[in-house]
């Protein structure tokens, strides 16, 4: 028995992307909601699974629940709802657990959603609000140690240190982005290209990471509807087969601050890598377009190397100069901009653009996709996706 | 440069919190004392503190007095502010220690950004947080004579 092919998103749906959206959270999370109810041609009322995202709890408070989305949207009732925790480790989980609720019968609609307001809320990711006051954080808090950007530093340090990695790597990360996210009118960075020297011009936050290394944080929502292969055909849009999807934790995980196990770095990824290629019994040689969790410009090479679409030690030397990685290139990567430049909603956003460059309604298109994949966040328990024509 | 320890720092910091498990680490640090925590069935290290060994499962577990040597495993340098308490610029070290199988972050005493390498032997110094707790902080190590 597997999980592939068993089920498919029929709808994408989206906010807009701002700095200041001047709405909640659970005000985004609805319109997304309606927008992916729109997207595919399907009754919200027929909703009857959800999977909204969590965090670790220490940092962020999440505030939308699926109650308040099902009581806006007037859905009768659920049968199946649950949380993929750790941020934005959980995108691609909550299609796996949606499809699995679908595959199944548990539920035959089910709304995947995120809505996040960094940007003009009162959680932010990028720094404590306060300084959190538990156990665990007694081994890094009072050192100051206190930043996701100082975590993911701590281990591309080593990571460039092993492997050769320059800043203009990471910098090469950064324009692919950029450069995709100048023609897509829904980015943040909509117009507005960026050079090497900007990227060496931005400011230091935490050595080797200047501030074009570093994600977006703004406000917006993205929703994704899951249903079964049977149930699509009844739907407007070609659906994108869930070919593909896995979870995974490694060894001695200790929340973004990992750096006890043997090595450091990403081997989450490592384990979601296994399991996904697996599933979708196929090889990184056949994805097509993929959309790499680019929280920091370092995962990016990162995680070629631990999902095997570079040898180890390989993924700098693989993305320089950028050519390999552009939309012409071999592996086109992060195709509507990613989190550096798109918009930060914890992997979401990259999932809708998985679904587009399967149905061919990218802006950035890739031509003849048939095997479309993105990734969930690093440093914590993850998740993958690939996508297909079915 | 080390961590500035002025009026935010000291007006933000807590007590480390610890589980029952994890005592007897923080109560050797209050003591200007370095330990690590060790299986005495298989000998295994656990750091940060764990309730069980997780090579032989068993719940038999000791505190051994660190020789306070290692060797930076990696580090970054924070040189945007993330809260008050923290003033930049600063240094954080991972400090692979030499005779215990552990890593450790912390704080650089008396050394430049500049200088820090991966590799570079360092010591602990314990530097007063306030009378009752202290940290323990690395510095480069002294040249053997």
């Given at each position: 028995?597997?999980?592939?092919?068993?089920?498919c998103?029929?709808?994408?749906?989206?906010?807009?992307?701002?700095?200041?959206?001047?709405?909640?959270?659970?005000?985004?999370?609805?319109?997304?909601?309606?927008?992916?109810?729109?997207?595919?041609?399907?009754?919200?009322?027929?909703?009857?699974?959800?999977?909204?995202?969590?965090?670790?709890?220490?940092?962020?408070?999440?505030?939308?629940?699926?109650?308040?989305?099902?009581?806006c949207?007037?859905?009768?009732?659920?049968?199946?709802?649950?949380?993929?925790?750790?941020?934005?480790?959980?995108?691609?989980?909550?299609?796996?657990?949606?499809?699995m609720?679908?595959?199944?019968?548990?539920?035959?609609?089910?709304?995947?959603?995120?809505?996040?307001?960094?940007?003009?809320?009162?959680?932010?990711?990028?720094?404590?609000?306060?300084?959190?006051?538990?156990?665990?954080?007694?081994?890094?808090?009072?050192?100051?140690?206190?930043?996701p950007?100082?975590?993911?530093?701590?281990?591309?340090?080593?990571?460039?240190?092993?492997?050769?990695?320059?800043?203009?790597?990471?910098?090469?990360?950064?324009?692919?982005?950029?450069?995709?996210?100048?023609?897509?009118?829904?980015?943040?960075?909509?117009?507005?290209?960026?050079?090497?020297?900007?990227?060496?011009?931005?400011?230091?936050?935490?050595?080797?990471?200047?501030?074009h290394?570093?994600?977006?944080?703004?406000?917006?929502?993205?929703?994704?509807?899951?249903?079964?292969?049977?149930?699509?055909?009844?739907?407007k849009?070609?659906?994108?087969?869930?070919?593909?999807?896995?979870?995974?934790?490694?060894d001695?995980?200790?929340?973004?601050?990992?750096?006890?196990?043997?090595?450091?770095?990403?081997?989450?990824?490592?384990?979601?890598?296994?399991?996904?290629?697996?599933?979708?019994?196929?090889?990184?040689?056949?994805?097509?377009?993929?959309?790499?969790?680019?929280?920091?410009?370092?995962?990016?090479?990162?995680?070629?190397?631990?999902?095997?679409?570079?040898?180890?030690?390989?993924?700098?030397?693989?993305?320089?100069?950028?050519?390999?990685?552009?939309?012409?290139?071999?592996?086109p990567?992060?195709?509507?901009?990613?989190?550096?430049?798109?918009?930060?909603?914890?992997?979401?956003?990259?999932?809708?653009?998985?679904?587009?460059?399967?149905?061919?309604?990218?802006?950035?298109?890739?031509?003849?996709?048939?095997?479309?994949?993105?990734?969930?966040?690093?440093?914590?328990?993850?998740?993958?996706?690939i996508?297909?024509?079915? | 440069?080390?961590?500035?320890?002025?009026?935010?720092?000291?007006?933000?910091?807590?007590?480390?919190?610890?589980?029952?498990?994890?005592?007897?680490?923080?109560?050797?640090?209050?003591?200007?004392?370095?330990?690590?925590?060790?299986?005495?069935?298989?000998?295994?290290?656990?750091?940060?503190?764990?309730?069980?060994?997780?090579?032989?499962?068993?719940?038999?577990?000791?505190?051994?007095?660190?020789?306070?040597?290692?060797?930076?495993?990696?580090?970054?340098?924070?040189?945007?502010?993330?809260?008050?308490m923290?003033?930049?610029?600063?240094?954080?070290?991972?400090?692979?220690?030499?005779?215990?199988?552990?890593?450790?972050?912390?704080?650089?005493?008396?050394?430049?950004?500049?200088?820090?390498?991966i590799?570079?032997?360092?010591?602990?110094?314990?530097?007063?947080?306030?009378?009752?707790?202290?940290?323990?902080?690395?510095?480069?190590?002294?040249?053997?004579k």
């Amino acid at each position: 028995m597997t999980l592939k092919n068993k089920a498919c998103i029929v709808g994408i749906g989206s906010t807009e992307f701002t700095r200041c959206s001047g709405r909640s959270e659970i005000h985004m999370a609805v319109d997304a909601s309606l927008a992916a109810c729109e997207d595919a041609g399907l009754d919200p009322e027929k909703i009857d699974g959800m999977v909204k995202f969590g965090t670790a709890g220490q940092v962020a408070t999440e505030f939308t629940t699926e109650a308040d989305v099902a009581r806006c949207l007037n859905i009768p009732n659920l049968h199946y709802f649950a949380e993929a925790p750790w941020g934005g480790g959980a995108c691609c989980a909550t299609v796996m657990h949606a499809a699995m609720a679908v595959a199944t019968g548990v539920a035959k609609y089910v709304l995947c959603f995120r809505s996040l307001k960094p940007a003009s809320g009162t959680v932010r990711y990028g720094r404590p609000a306060s300084i959190p006051i538990d156990a665990h954080w007694s081994y890094t808090m009072p050192f100051g140690f206190a930043s996701p950007t100082s975590w993911v530093a701590m281990f591309t340090t080593r990571w460039m240190y092993e492997t050769g990695a320059t800043e203009e790597d990471l910098g090469t990360i950064a324009l692919v982005c950029r450069e995709n996210a100048v023609v897509n009118p829904r980015a943040i960075f909509y117009q507005r290209p960026m050079t090497m020297e900007d990227y060496f011009k931005s400011p230091m936050l935490c050595e080797p990471f200047r501030m074009h290394d570093t994600c977006l944080e703004n406000d917006g929502a993205v929703a994704v509807i899951v249903t079964t292969p049977e149930r699509a055909r009844d739907l407007k849009q070609i659906p994108a087969h869930i070919t593909g999807v896995a979870m995974a934790t490694a060894d001695d995980a200790y929340c973004m601050t990992a750096f006890y196990r043997e090595k450091i770095g990403i081997p989450e990824m490592e384990w979601v890598g296994k399991d996904l290629f697996k599933m979708a019994e196929m090889t990184p040689k056949d994805v097509d377009v993929c959309q790499f969790y680019d929280a920091f410009t370092s995962l990016v090479p990162m995680q070629m190397e631990v999902l095997g679409f570079v040898e180890e030690g390989g993924g700098a030397a693989y993305v320089r100069g950028g050519d390999r990685i552009r939309p012409t290139g071999e592996l086109p990567i992060n195709t509507s901009g990613g989190m550096l430049s798109e918009s930060y909603i914890h992997g979401m956003n990259m999932i809708a653009e998985a679904v587009r460059q399967i149905r061919g309604t990218a802006i950035t298109q890739i031509p003849n996709v048939e095997v479309s994949m993105s990734t969930g966040g690093l440093g914590v328990p993850t998740s993958g996706l690939i996508l297909t024509k079915g | 440069m080390a961590l500035e320890l002025n009026k935010y720092y000291l007006k933000y910091f807590y007590d480390p919190v610890a589980e029952s498990f994890e005592e007897g680490f923080w109560n050797a640090v209050k003591q200007r004392r370095l330990v690590f925590q060790r299986c005495k069935e298989c000998g295994e290290w656990l750091h940060p503190p764990r309730p069980m060994c997780h090579k032989c499962r068993t719940f038999d577990l000791e505190w051994v007095e660190s020789t306070g040597k290692g060797k930076i495993y990696s580090y970054c340098v924070f040189t945007r502010e993330v809260h008050p308490m923290f003033r930049v610029p600063f240094e954080v070290v991972l400090v692979e220690m030499d005779d215990e199988k552990v890593r450790f972050i912390s704080n650089m005493l008396d050394t430049d950004p500049d200088e820090l390498y991966i590799g570079m032997p360092v010591e602990v110094e314990f530097v007063d947080i306030n009378d009752e707790w202290a940290l323990p902080w690395f510095r480069k190590a002294k040249k053997k004579k």
